[in-house]
T-cell receptor, first 113, second 112 residues
Framework: AQSVTQPDIHITVSEGASLELRCNYS??????LFWYVQSPGQGLQLLLK??????LVQGIKGFEAEFKRSQSSFNLRKPSVHWSDAAEYFC???????????FGAGTRLAVHP | DSGVTQTPKHLITATGQRVTLRCSPR?????VYWYQQSLDQGLQFLIQ???????AKGNILERFSAQQFPDLHSELNLSSLELGDSALYFC???????????FGPGTRLTVL
């Protein structure tokens, strides 16, 4: 069965430091990959997506992600974290033809001043 | 603001009761999805509708049902509620095919 693994449940970084959130997926064919962010008490906001083409994708709020087929990974990065980036981040994959999202367990990011 | 609206924001009810959650998709989107977010299960896909027809089902209990109306809004009906049904229920919408989904703010259901 298709699955998404986010190995890090909690990550704490200092403001201004770089960030990398890990995501691994299990799926035989080419996946459609997404990163969403959920701020406390809020819905999910799409940060970026990968469907095909350039394996390095740019998103909103200065985030980027790189698709690595050989590693079945789609890690999210940001060169300099801001305090407002504190939130929970979800990696998700769409499989099959029905566009249903399979989410990872999420990574909660805390930012120290 | 994603353009997807959900009502109510909060719902508190008792075990055994029935509730209805409502969702209005973004203008132009034909697909509506329902997801449940709970502490123990995480974010789980429940069901998808496309232009009024059920398209895909996930881990949706038999006590739960949904429909999409001609104006494309959708309702999720939860009946015979149990304590374990307490969760955040999200609606999302998208255009047809494989496409990014835009999420509403969610309805927080508390079953006492």
């Amino acid at each position: 069965a298709q699955s998404v693994t986010q190995p890090d449940i909690h990550i704490t970084v200092s403001e201004g430091a770089s960030l990398e959130l890990r995501c691994n997926y299990s799926y035989g064919a080419t996946p459609y990959l997404f990163w969403y962010v959920q701020s406390p008490g809020q819905g999910l906001q799409l940060l970026l997506k990968y469907f095909s083409g350039d394996t390095l994708v740019q998103g909103i709020k200065g985030f980027e992600a790189e698709f690595k087929r050989s590693q079945s990974s789609f890690n999210l990065r940001k060169p300099s974290v801001h305090w407002s980036d504190a939130a929970e981040y979800f990696c998700a994959v769409v499989t099959g033809g029905y566009n249903k999202l399979i989410f990872g367990a999420g990574t909660r990011l805390a930012v120290h001043p | 603001d994603s353009g997807v609206t959900q009502t109510p924001k909060h719902l508190i009810t008792a075990t055994g009761q029935r509730v209805t959650l409502r969702c209005s998709p973004r203008s132009g989107d034909l697909s509506v999805y329902w997801y449940q977010q709970s502490l123990d299960q995480g974010l789980q896909f429940l069901i998808q509708y496309y232009n009024g027809e059920e398209r895909a089902k996930g881990n949706i209990l038999e006590r739960f049902s949904a429909q999409q109306f001609p104006d494309l809004h959708s309702e999720l009906n939860l009946s015979s509620l149990e304590l374990g049904d307490s969760a955040l229920y999200f609606c999302a919408s998208s255009k047809g095919g494989v496409n990014e989904q835009f999420f509403g703010p969610g309805t927080r259901l508390t079953v006492l």
